[in-house]
C-alpha cells in the first residue's frame, strides 16, 4: 500500500512537492522524520488537478507544483534539501 506526502519548501501555497512511498519503508520513516504531511490519495490527485487548471486558467503564476505525484524514489533532488538548507542559516 502507498501512502502519499506533500512537501512546501518556501511555505509557498503553489508551490510543492508530491510524493508516493510505500508504507512502512525506510523512505517513508525519512520523509517523516523531516516533517513532510501526509495526506491521502484524494488529496493528491485534487493538488495535481487544481494545478493543471491553475496552468490553463493563469499560465504566468503557476507550473512551480506537479501535475503527477512522483515515486520518492524518483525525485531525491532539491525539493528534498530545501529544509536543511533554510535551517543552516
Sequence with gaps: MK????HFPNNFRNQYALFSVE???EQ???LKRRGF???TRKEAEAECRAEKARR???PY???YAPTKI???DTIRGPWINCNERNETK
Excluded: L, N, T
Design 28 to 30: 517513508e520513516q525519512e
Design 37 to 39: 504531511e501526509r495526506i
Design 61 to 63: 503564476f503557476s507550473g
Design 56 to 58: 490553463k486558467d493563469d
Design 70 to 72: 512522483e515515486s520518492y
Design 23 to 25: 508504507a512502512g519503508s
Design 3 to 6: 501512502h502519499y506526502y506533500i
